[in-house]
């Protein structure tokens, strides 16, 4: 019997998305992306999908006099946007109480700065 889910092994297009966000905080690091405060705001965007809140990008907190400030920021939207879609849309399609315990188990344990 299977304890323990992960988001990794468990949900390959939550995964994949949450990569693709990590990629983009990668390309654009020089601006600040991967700092704490946009992997903050991107886990609390996911803390929302999960507890079926609207989504809500209220800036990524990058340095904003980089030349690169406007293609991360939109990059760093995009990206979140596709991963709240991901969760909040999987968890809805989720229908027995027991897997969608465990996914957002799941993704709580992802959003260990929010949770």
């Known amino acids: 019997m299977k304890t323990k889910s992960t988001i990794q092994s468990d949900y390959p297009?939550?995964?994949?998305?949450?990569?693709?966000?990590q990629t983009v905080q990668s390309k654009y690091d020089d601006?600040?992306?991967?700092?704490?405060?946009?992997?903050?705001q991107f886990q609390?965007?996911?803390a929302d999908a999960i507890e079926s809140k609207p989504l809500r990008i209220e800036g990524w907190a990058i340095f904003d006099d980089h030349p690169q400030y406007e293609a991360a920021?939109?990059?760093?939207d995009n990206a979140a946007r596709?991963?709240?879609n991901e969760v909040y849309s999987k968890l809805n399609r989720l229908?027995?109480?027991?897997?969608?315990?465990?996914?957002?188990k799941a993704?709580?344990?992802y959003?260990?700065?929010v949770y």
């Open 107 to 109: 993704v709580k344990g």
């Open 111 to 113: 959003c260990w700065r």
């Open 44 to 46: 609390m965007i996911l």
């Open 73 to 76: 920021s939109k990059a760093l």
């Open 82 to 84: 596709t991963a709240y």
């Open 95 to 104: 229908r027995s109480r027991d897997t969608k315990d465990a996914f957002i």
């Open 13 to 21: 297009n939550v995964n994949e998305a949450i990569v693709a966000f």
């Open 31 to 40: 601006t600040g992306a991967y700092d704490t405060e946009p992997d903050t």
